[in-house]
């Protein structure tokens, strides 16, 4: 069975974020995602395509390698049932895979379309926002008949979760773009900014008094509007938010350019993340025009701020379990083997691969081995300590960087085995996933860390070899690299 290349998905994966965080356009990152994912499956006649949902169409997004006609052909085809691969998964928010177009029931209305383009199997998955409605559709074409693997559906789980990221970006983006033309075009620019705009503007003196306030929701307002008019900023705020406001405010003035702020109140709303932009206002009040003023306008940034989070977890966290990913793993395990040449200690690597998880996988599905995986996560996450490091590199394997350092190797091998131990005595309840109970066992190879001369992807390799030697000799078995 092929397996996935973790160093090429890693990067792949970064060359999405990196494209997404940086706000590039919504086709340019879609696009990427296809061609990726299109690399890593390295098949021969494999296409991908990403269709975008509006209303109750499927619009083009990205095909980089699908006919023109063929994408032209389906923009705009409406959802429904034996809508195609892609249609039928929008309409049902579930996915489906599709071996042989010619034979398939979803495709009877469209399967001469396909065939006519050499397009003879279709996998294709709905795209999941992260309040559950549905974006579109991430699916891979064959020019020949072709049953999916689970690598093959563990990639696009994963560049599914990406589209996600990078169409809810692309909407955020949008929105604030028509709220700015909306602006542009009012009149009365100050009053339409707070009448369109989710947004809160306050007019300010040179010395922290509000003068004016026009803004959206009230439930934004650190005081009531009535206990603000008139007040100085000291008045209304604590000693330490009044500082920082005031630095703002005469740098503002001094510079005569605007200044940006970041900060957190606590109002009606909830905990709120404002961004402030803080530019001088001349000749502001006619009865005293050579008095200085300040515009104050706070944006609420929270959900910004909430999806950056979002894009880091997906760098550095496997989404279907929340442990550390590959790429965090190694991160640790390098600093690890630096603390062990500085100081000539020795640690411990364990490599975790679950027995028969592939007869549940048939069992149950791939979402119930979904289920299953996250229960074996929450055990071992109750066997280990919260210093040592626990991740999910992939399918059903786990990989723990264990926290504790010994002087000598033969201390070190105590420790690693009475973890193992734990795991595997841990590892021998019944699962339940949809009134069906499942026993779960692990094979676990350990490598110890030690030496001058050990590398990051050594370490990892030997771990990997030892747990083999352990299922070579059967169910809940333990082995040590180099060792019996």
Known sequence: MAQIDFEALLNAQAKV????????????????????????????????????????????????????AYCDAI?????????????????????VYVDDIASSREWKDFADLALSFDLKACWSTPIISSNNAVLGTFAVYYDHVKKP??????LIEFFQSLCAVSI?????????????????ASVNKLQAFGTV?????????????????????????????????????SDVFPEEETANFIKVIEESLRSGSIQKYEYMLTVPKGEVVFEARVAPVEHYD???????????????????????????????????????NR???MDRLGETIKRVRRHQEVAALIFLDLDNFKAIND??????????????????????????????????????????????????HDEAKRVCERIIKNLKVEFSVSGKKFSVGASLGVSLIQGENITADAILGHADIAMYDAKKQGKGRLCFYGND
């Open 17 to 68: 974020l990196k494209l997404v965080a940086s706000g590039r356009p919504l086709g340019i990152c879609l696009d990427t995602i296809c061609r990726e994912i299109e690399g890593l499956l390295s098949d021969d006649g494999v296409k991908s395509s990403i269709l975008i949902l509006n209303d109750q169409s499927l619009v083009h997004g990205a095909a980089p390698s699908l006919p023109t």
């Open 75 to 95: 923009n705009g085809v409406q959802i429904g049932d034996n809508v195609g691969s892609c249609g039928t998964a929008a309409f049902t928010a579930r996915p």
């Open 149 to 154: 693997e689970k690598h093959h559906l563990d």
């Open 168 to 184: 809810e970006k692309d909407q955020m983006l949008q929105r604030e773009i028509e709220l700015n033309a909306s602006l542009l």
């Open 197 to 233: 705009m989710p947004d809160l503007a306050f007019v300010l003196d040179e010395e922290g008094t509000y003068v004016d306030v026009y803004g959206a929701d009230d439930n934004l307002l650190y005081r009531d509007l009535q206990k603000i008019m008139g007040k100085k900023i």
């Open 286 to 324: 006619v009865n005293n025009p050579e008095k200085k003023h300040i515009i104050w306008l706070a944006r609420d940034i929270t959900d910004r701020k909430l999806n950056q989070l979002e894009i880091e977890k997906l760098a550095f966290f496997d989404p279907l379990t929340d442990l550390p």
């Open 327 to 329: 790429r965090l793993l």
């Open 363 to 412: 069992s149950i599905g791939h979402s119930g081995g979904d289920r299953v995986l996250k229960q074996v996560a929450r055990v071992l996450e109750d066997t280990l300590r919260d210093a040592d490091t626990l991740a999910r590199i992939g399918g059903d394997e786990f990989v723990i960087l264990l926290e504790s350092f010994e002087d000598s190797p033969d201390r070190m």
